[in-house]
């Protein structure tokens, strides 16, 4: 399979590697040469079938709509745009093409995902919660696209309004607690990445899965058929 992978830092380097030792060919789009989405031409991505976007918040919806425009099937690991997901799930199906977006491509943060559902019944028991994550100085986005994804969880089942913390120190990989707390007692769910690996290998394995699909897709409904 073809690869075209933007965003070559930290995670995206990780994912033209692990893609690499599965077999795939991997080109990288450097940011200066796709200002706007401008290196985005039919040309080259004829000759592509999956786009994979790593890059950051203020440049993501124009890599978007450029690979939509040209019909080609698309991975994206970057957050922070989700406000736009209506209007985008409506031009992928009006160019016919797929998409897969992920807040967390890791399989643990989404195991993570399911321990949180499961602990939504302690919020009719008068646990009060509170989100906590912690990522590297660098990281543009707050609160991560992975907190809000928490919090999303925990909200469809309550009245509260559960505020998120967010911390930027160091080159923290990504760590999320859900703390639950009550009178008597605080119960404490927390995932901790040791590394980026997972979220590179999820995220490979998201392009292997939409190639040649149709349809708009989120990472955690569907990463248990990878």
Known sequence: MKILLLGAGKTGSLVAEVARERGHVVTILQSADNAHGSGLRRELLTLIDVVVDFTTPDCVLENIHACLAASKNMVVGTTGWYAEIPKLRAETQK????????????????????????????????????????????KKDAPSGTAVTIQNLLQKSSDLEIEVTSFREGEVVGMHEVVLDSAHDTIYLCHDAKSRRGFAEGAVRAAEWIAGKKGFFDFKDVWREM
């Open 95 to 138: 160019q016919d093409c797929g998409f897969l977006y992920g807040s967390n491509f890791s399989v643990g943060v989404n195991l993570f995902f399911d321990l949180v559902q499961t602990s939504v019944p302690a919020l009719q028991h008068k646990y009060l919660p509170h989100i906590y994550e912690r990522h590297h100085a660098n």
